[in-house]
């Protein structure tokens, strides 16, 4: 099992900028990929942002595109999520998530699926004003 641990986030004016960390630790040699997924209140959680552990090939939701920034330190066993030109619709809870080849072999490699994760963190509230 490999645990996570989000830090980062709190409450930023609009155009402002963020960065999370998500630390995983435990059977941290099993992780394919990692990912960044968020809630709003009364929403599904929904895909933000993934990268292969080894690799470093990376996804995006199409909203995020060009503002939020995904990348990995695996000597840290880290991976951060740099979001500038935030909006209030970016406002929400963010999750940390990591999966294994076999769990993300299940969705058939699709790591904008919540079933390619099999570990998740606490989750980072990101509140972003007007």
């Known amino acids: 099992q490999v645990q996570l641990v989000e830090s980062g986030g709190g409450l930023v004016q609009a155009g402002g900028f963020q960065r999370l960390s998500c630390a995983a630790s435990?059977?941290?040699?099993?992780?394919?990929?990692m990912g960044w997924f968020r809630q709003a209140p009364g929403k599904e959680r929904q895909f933000v942002s993934a990268i292969t552990w080894s690799g470093g090939i990376t996804y995006y939701e199409d909203s995020v595109k060009g503002r939020f920034t995904i990348s990995r330190d695996n000597a840290k066993n880290t991976v951060y999520l740099q979001m500038n030109s935030l909006k209030p619709e970016d406002t929400a809870a963010y999750y940390c998530?990591?999966?294994?080849?076999?769990?993300?072999?299940?969705?058939?490699?699709?790591?904008?699926?919540?079933?390619?994760?099999?570990?998740w963190g606490q989750g980072a509230q990101v509140t972003v004003s007007s």
């Open positions: 435990g059977r941290t040699f099993s992780i394919y990929a």
């Open positions: 998530a990591s999966g294994t080849a076999a769990q993300a072999r299940r969705v058939l490699f699709n790591l904008r699926s919540r079933d390619a994760y099999d570990s």
